[in-house]
């Protein structure tokens, strides 16, 4: 039995009449008739009702027909998907990050896409939270990548990587004697944060839920600004771990880890829920893992080759 047997027999179906599905599927009548009666006995059931004008199928038969069709339209699906792998893996990709993300993987993610998939014309673009996460519903950008939670019902998120917080302290403050820097002694310390714009962070307006909320001190700026800050100004921010490779040798000295768990954040990459380009997203992942530290790889990602949507 084989699939142009199948499309055979429901073509029949579909003109109810062998020298019309004959002419359907470009071949003589007398070549179908003799195409069907092979599968007949090879099943060893009648499929069709010859001696019926109209022809009609058998009530075995039909169940037959009916079970060709599925098998038919799921081999279409099968040579769909991989149609659409060879498609998407080329033509425009735009992809959306926050702006304490951008720095530590737009490079990567042009040099790997580049280099593996030199069809795909990338684009990426730096943005607020809230206006990532409305282009990704309206479909004006692919991918976004941002903290989680990302909290919106019709998106899917996949956690990419965790990494810790750093205190980056001025050698003015008094902070910089120490060795590590107690989540509570972060707000005893003039706080540099980049929300609702550059500014020192006021601790009367921080709520016991906040107190270890560190991803909205990054919203619309860069953590580098932050750094050239504080060199300026004194105090202190915090950085992000994946950003420590990013700051000059001499910088690193200022650099001081937070003690206890969870001083830390996720970091996400968001789709629509009905984004079905599998191949697309598995790229930029393949891309992630060569960009971020295996030891921050959220275990999905380190160990899963091929994610499914």
Sequence with gaps: MTLQQLRYIVAIDDNRHFGKAAETCGMTQSTLSLLVKKLEEELDVRIFDRERHPVEPTEIGRKLINQARIVLYNTEQILEIAKNEKTILSGPLHIALISSVAPVLVPGLFSYL????????????????STLKEKLRKGNVDIGILTEPVGETDLLEIPLYHERFFAYVSENDPAYALESIRPEQLWEHPLWIMTNGLRLFDKSQLTPEETHSYEHFFEGGRVGTLIQIVNENGGMTLIPETHINLILYNYQKKLRPIEGPGQGRTIVLAVRKDFI?????????????TIIPAVLLDPMIKNTRHLTL
């Design 277 to 289: 380009h599998e191949g697309l997203l598995n790229a930029v992942i393949d891309a992630i893992r």
């Design 114 to 129: 580049g280099k593996n998939y030199p069809a795909i014309s990338l684009c990426t673009e730096e943005m607020l939270t």
